[in-house]
């Protein structure tokens, strides 16, 4: 007869991030829906008047419905990449992250499409989401980037944990990064018919890249001309920014992680940790 998990046997098992993000990812999904369903009269027209602000507001509206969480699930992919460089091994890190780091973005879409799909039927006429070739291209965009950044968190963290000056100041580093990424992906989302920032943002930090091809995707046409006018393209510089970006830091930051020495705290299922062999260490 199988035995009941005692209440430490389940509190490993809560912690390690392969489950507690994919809860956190379901809880993103949802939470956001409310803020990403009114970005556009908060942020870029309290009120649409004629047939091409209708048409963006619409457009927008959608784009940002069918998205909900996907940000805030990059910056828990990349968390979570963190956190996993804590408990393994770096070889063992990524080879947990990338496939988790895809899970997470599935899970993003699970929860956020059923809302998105309700708030859309209401209005007459409603797209089926994969007809609308935009928002296909834009959403598997961001979702192609949750696993390279939860990539670069394992090589982040593990650059971090090498780091005596940086594990000094991690109370500090956390919420400034927190902020960091706020005011970046703030800095994309409110981007209107082109992107009208300092150029070497969009490609140097995907935050940045990330919002701007989600804003862009329903904001691409000047609606207060007659008829609109298509200024900006509808996303692609952005989401090609995003992946080459989030890529290039996966790369470079797991190749640092690779190259600096060791320091004096080794992963908790390293023989070195005292922990005794593991499944994963060498033998």
């Not at 950044?149 to 956390?174: D, E, F, M, P, T």
Request: glycine share 8%; proline share 8%.
């Amino acid at each position: 007869m199988p035995t009941v998990p005692d209440a430490a046997t389940l509190r490993r098992v809560m912690s390690h991030p392969a489950v507690w993000s994919v809860l956190v990812a379901a809880l993103l999904g949802w939470a956001a829906m409310p803020f990403n369903n009114g970005h556009y009269e908060y942020w870029i027209n309290f009120d649409p008047q004629g047939d091409g602000q209708q048409q963006e507001w619409v457009q927008t509206r959608r784009i940002f419905r069918y998205t909900s969480g996907v940000l805030c699930g990059q910056l828990l992919a990349l968390v979570a990449g963190v956190a996993l460089s804590r408990r393994h091994r770096h070889a063992v890190a990524l080879t947990i992250a990338v496939p988790l780091g895809a899970v997470l973005a599935v899970v993003t879409v699970a929860l956020a499409f059923p809302f998105a799909w309700v708030l859309e039927s209401s209005r007459p006429a409603a797209v089926p989401a994969f007809d609308d070739p935009i928002l296909t291209r834009v959403l598997l965009g961001e979702l192609a980037a949750y696993p390279l950044y939860a990539a670069a968190g394992v090589g982040l963290g593990i650059l971090v944990r090498r780091s005596a000056r940086l594990r000094k100041r991690k109370r500090l580093l956390v919420p400034l990064f927190l902020l960091f990424w706020t005011v970046t992906t703030l800095t994309g989302l409110v981007q209107d018919d082109e992107y009208d920032a300092w150029p070497w943002l969009l490609w140097a930090v995907p935050f940045v890249a990330a919002g701007t091809a989600i804003a862009l995707a329903g904001l691409s046409a000047d609606a207060w001309e007659f008829p609109p006018v298509p200024v900006g393209d509808w996303g692609r510089s952005a989401t090609l920014a995003l992946l080459a970006s989030a890529a290039a830091y996966a790369l470079i930051l797991n190749l640092l992680a690779v190259t600096r020495r060791r320091g004096d705290r080794p992963p908790a299922d390293s023989p070195a940790a005292g922990s005794g062999p593991t499944a994963d260490a060498h033998p």
